[in-house]
């Protein structure tokens, strides 16, 4: 499909890196409504919901089908990557917050810094990001196409 803008040449960028801002604000929000208050440095950190990994992820992935085609190699490697990305997410980084509880209710001391135990997420958490990722790329799909 031709294009309306030279912003759509940085389609897969911009719908990527838009659904990772929003996530990351969702938490934000979330966080606010509550404990209200915000911690900034958790804007930095892993976890929580939604999956910003899976956003952007997802935001890639869809945005170079749309861009370039499903049968194109980018959007293959795109399709690896996201499983990648998705796997850490749930399996491995998801079992290291585990551990981390675990090392901070029985070995460390009270005067040791806590381990951050929300490094990974869940399955609900994932599939939110997905959802969201899908929904922002379309979203600015449309926005670059008319």
């Not at 869809?62 to 998705?86: C, D, P, Q, T, W």
């Not at 070995?107 to 599939?127: R, W």
Request: aromatic share 8%.
């Amino acid at each position: 499909m031709p294009a309306t803008s030279s912003a759509f040449e940085y389609f897969p960028l911009i719908a990527s890196f838009s659904a990772m801002i929003i996530s990351q604000s969702i938490k934000l929000i979330l966080m606010l409504l509550k404990n209200k208050e915000v911690k900034w440095r958790s804007l930095s950190r892993s976890g929580g919901m939604p999956s910003s990994h899976s956003a952007l992820i997802t935001g890639m992935s869809l945005s170079l089908a749309l861009k370039e085609g499903i049968n194109s190699s980018y959007f293959f490697i795109a399709i690896i990557m996201s499983f990648i990305v998705i796997y850490d997410a749930r399996g491995i980084r998801h079992a290291v917050g585990k551990h981390a509880k675990v090392i901070n209710s029985k070995i460390l001391s009270a005067d040791d810094k806590s381990l951050n135990e929300s490094v990974g997420h869940t399955l609900p958490e994932i599939v939110v990001g997905i959802c969201l990722g899908t929904v922002v790329t379309l979203t600015v799909y449309k926005m670059l196409t008319f």
